[in-house]
Each structure stands twice: as structure tokens, then as C-alpha cells.
């Protein structure tokens, strides 16, 4: 769900594309061009259609990048510029439409249809329009969720296509004369210039070798040792497919331990009765309470630590793969809650993570050195005990971390007491998790806001979406 000013500028680029679409016309009368005022008109939309769908490709290329300059100027998060690119790919996929469709209306209607369509400049208009439309079933959100590959490959073929189908009817039809192919080169240029970015991010590490080691039936470690990186990062597996170009985006727990396991690991377990924190250790199959502090910490050494959720894609080989294997690192891209002006700084920190969004989390609370909690909700025991090692005992005690494994985390009822405490203070709420944890903690800080004027809050999200 957008929040409140994604939906708003939202709304702002299709109010500006549809009036744009319908203002701006004169009609002469009598002309020389068309037989009556409406189909002077309605010549006159289409054209405007197809124009403002060829500007706004450039736009929704811009959006989707990851190394948008906008990322940089705006600090707006590359979630929120995904989602934008959703909705202005949208806009430009129904303007071409617009286009073509009144076009075929007004041959048709003058009997010129069968003559018209024959030529090149017509065809080739097909095919850029059904190149757009066929983007759009393969950008659903369980096409990118369970196929993401597939996704990827489908969305540049006919991105591509789309592009060439473009600059062909605009030769064809026009020869070049009016500059509309301006707005193809410049969608060119920004998609190039994207490629050669991720080119030099990633080969400034060179290959380098990841290890991966099994958590559970769900969750996979994967470890690449001697590399520092911030935020989220995109991994290619050059061995693993023969599609060397895939990546996929990880978020990152930095200045881990990398270390030999001792099979002792820890987490914090909340009872149903209350939400104290109980301490616990497992070794073997016997489980005894102790205190944190007792735990030994491994020696550390710098490097990355991901915990992935393995699904159907390319994450399913890394579960069967060998335990080690070369890797392309291209890094750091930083989320909006590292890239906020000193976030760290902030006085209170609220953080609340589902299933591996911890790892997005986890950097920013260990550097903090105010207040803060976490309150993780996960149903994997194994992973939260993986997560608590590769952290080491001082620095998952930093994390101040309250773990939810058997129980639901009451989400209204955490925010509220956490924010009582800190009346008069300004309290940062971090959400990284599923999108559903992420709209109910919006719509429960929204109602403390009104309700507790005299704390300063400050809502945070790192998305799970695509």
C-alpha cells in the first residue's frame, strides 16, 4: 500500500498526463488537413497520446534503475522509485494504447484501414504497443515474487522490442523529421548508462568466493569472506546458470564475525504472559537457561554475511549447490534508512523486523548509540540462533532484541508502550518486513502520531516489495 505521499505524487502524474492528454487544442475551420472538427480533434489526442507515452519512457527507465541520480537528489528510496516506475509504465502502456486505438478508429471510419495498415510505419507501430502490453503480465507482483528470472528476462526482451518497434515507426512514418526518436535515445542512453554502472560496481571486487551452509528447511547462510560492503547488494551466480547476467538484490549484516561455529548459539524468547525476554542456549538437544554474557565471542574478521529465504528461483541452487562458489559482488547500494542524514543519531530507535529483514536492520542498531529495541517476529528458531551467532554475543546484546518466535508479535500494543516511554523525545520506528507487517506498523505510528503530539515520530520502511 503507498503511503500517503507516494499516493499523492502518484496522483499527480495522472492528473498531469491526462490533462495533457485533453487541453491545448484549436480547430480550424474550414481545414485542409481534415474533413470535420472531430476527427481533427480526435487526431490531434492521439498524436498528444503518443507523444507523452515516447516522453515518459525515458521517466519510467530512470525510475527503475538503481543507480538513479534521483536516488540521490530526492533521498527517496529505491521502493519508492520502483513503485512510481509501476504506475508512470502504466500511464505510458495506456497512452500508447490511447494512441493506436483512435488511430484505427479513424482509418476505419474513413474506409482507409486495409491500405493504411499495410505500410511499414503502421506494423511496426503494432509492435511496439503489443511489446508494451505484454510487459505488463509478466510485472505482476507473483510473476516477480515466484519467478523473478523469468521476470527479468521477459521484462528487457520486450523492453527492447518496444524500443526498436519505437524508433521503426517514427523512420518509417515520419523519416526522422520532428525529433520524436529524442525521447527513445534518451530511455537508450539512461539503460546504458545503468548497465555500465552495475559493470564497474561489481568489478572493482573482482570474483570472489561464497560459502553456503544450511539453517533450515527454509533459510540458507551465505557467507563471502574478506569484502565490506553497506545496505543491500546485488549477487550474481555465474556458476549456477547459464543466464550470468541475473542478480538479486540481499540486504547485508555488516562487520560480522566470521568464524569457526561452536554450535552454540542464542536467542530471546517472549512467554504469551508477558514480553520479557528470556535468554536461552542450545547445544546438542539439551536446552538450559543462561545469560548472554556468558557466551564466549568468536575472533572476528571483515566480511558478509546474507541469510537468504530460498523460493522457487535461483536461490533453490543455492540450497543444492557445492558448500563454496565463485560470486560477483556489485555494491553498496544503501536503503533509505542509511542514507537519512545521520540516522544512527537519532535519539530513540524503534525497530521492528519479520523473518530475515533483520539482516537490514541489524547494521544500523549496532552502530547506535542512543536507545533503541528490537522486536524480531520469527518462526525459525535455527535462523534467529544463526543470526545470534554470526553477530557474536556482544553484538546481538547491542541489538537490545526482543524475539518473537511462538507467539504473534502484538505490533499495536508493542508501538504503544514504546512510545509512552519516550514522551518529549524523538522516536525513529524502523520497519523491515513483509508488506503486510510493514502497512499495519504505518497505520498504527500514523494513530500515535495524533494521539502523542508530544513525541516526535519518524517512520522508516525497507520494503520486502518489488
Not at 522509485?81 to 471510419?109: G, M, P, Q
Not at 522490442?161 to 523529421?177: E, K, N, P, S, T
Not at 537519532?346 to 542512543?370: F, S
Amino acid at each position: 500500500m503507498p503511503t500517503r505521499g507516494q499516493a499523492l505524487f502518484i496522483a499527480y502524474l495522472i492528473f498531469i498526463n491526462v490533462v495533457l492528454c485533453a487541453v491545448g487544442f484549436n480547430s480550424a475551420d474550414p481545414s485542409a488537413w481534415y474533413t470535420s472538427n472531430h476527427l481533427e480533434i480526435l487526431t490531434y489526442v492521439s498524436n498528444r497520446a503518443g507523444i507523452l507515452s515516447f516522453a515518459n519512457i525515458p521517466l519510467l527507465v530512470l525510475y527503475s534503475s538503481r543507480n538513479n541520480i534521483l536516488l540521490w537528489l530526492t533521498n527517496w528510496s529505491h521502493s519508492t522509485f520502483l513503485l512510481l516506475h509501476r504506475w508512470i509504465a502504466a500511464i505510458c502502456v495506456i497512452e500508447a494504447c490511447l494512441h493506436s486505438a483512435i488511430y484505427l478508429h479513424i482509418y476505419s471510419a474513413q474506409g482507409e484501414h486495409s491500405s493504411e495498415s499495410q505500410r511499414a510505419y503502421w506494423y511496426w507501430g503494432i509492435v511496439a504497443t503489443l511489446a508494451m502490453v505484454l510487459i505488463v503480465p509478466g510485472s505482476m507482483l507473483q510473476v516477480r515474487r515466484r519467478f523473478y528470472e523469468f521476470f527479468l528476462a521477459w521484462h528487457v526482451i520486450f523492453f527492447l522490442l518496444a524500443m526498436v518497434g519505437c524508433c521503426l515507426h517514427i523512420y518509417y512514418r515520419y523519416d526522422f523529421q520532428w525529433g520524436y526518436e529524442n525521447w527513445i535515445y534518451m530511455a537508450l542512453a539512461i539503460w546504458g548508462f545503468e548497465r555500465g554502472m552495475r559493470i564497474l560496481r561489481f568489478a572493482r571486487h573482482g570474483i570472489r568466493t561464497a560459502q553456503v551452509s544450511i539453517v533450515d528447511d527454509e533459510y540458507i547462510k551465505l557467507e563471502i569472506p574478506g569484502i565490506a560492503a553497506d545496505g543491500d547488494v546485488y549477487l550474481y551466480f555465474p556458476t549456477l546458470t547459464w543466464r550470468v547476467w541475473e542478480n538479486h538484490p540481499f540486504s547485508v549484516m555488516t562487520d560480522v564475525c566470521q568464524g569457526t561455529d561452536t554450535g552454540l548459539s542464542t536467542t530471546r524468547i517472549t512467554t504469551d504472559k508477558d514480553r520479557l525476554p528470556i535468554s536461552w542456549t542450545e547445544k546438542g538437544e539439551s536446552l538450559d537457561k543462561m545469560s548472554l554474557a556468558e557466551i564466549s565471542n568468536a575472533p572476528c574478521q571483515r566480511g558478509l554475511v546474507f541469510y537468504i529465504r530460498t523460493q522457487s528461483g535461483i536461490t533453490k541452487y543455492l540450497r543444492g549447490t557445492k558448500s563454496k562458489f565463485p560470486v560477483l559482488v556489485e555494491s553498496s547500494y544503501h536503503p533509505v534508512v542509511l542514507s537519512k542524514p545521520n540516522p544512527s543519531g537519532m535519539t530513540n530507535i524503534i525497530a521492528i523486523a519479520g523473518g530475515v529483514g533483520v539482516t537490514a536492520l541489524a547494521p544500523i542498531l549496532m552502530r547506535h548509540e542512543g536507545w533503541h529495541r528490537l522486536f524480531w517476529a520469527v518462526r525459525s528458531k535455527p535462523l534467529a540462533d544463526s543470526v545470534a551467532a554470526s553477530l557474536g554475543a556482544d553484538r546481538f546484546n547491542r541489538l537490545n532484541a526482543v524475539v518473537f518466535q511462538d507467539n504473534r508479535m502484538d505490533i499495536s500494543r508493542i508501538l504503544q508502550e514504546e512510545v509512552s516511554r519516550c514522551v518529549g523525545t524523538e522516536v525513529a520506528v524502523i520497519v523491515s518486513g513483509p508488506a503486510r507487517m510493514a502497512d499495519e506498523v504505518r497505520l498504527v505510528v500514523a494513530t500515535l502520531m495524533r494521539e502523542n503530539p508530544a513525541v516526535k515520530l519518524t517512520l522508516l520502511e525497507e520494503s520486502f516489495s518489488w
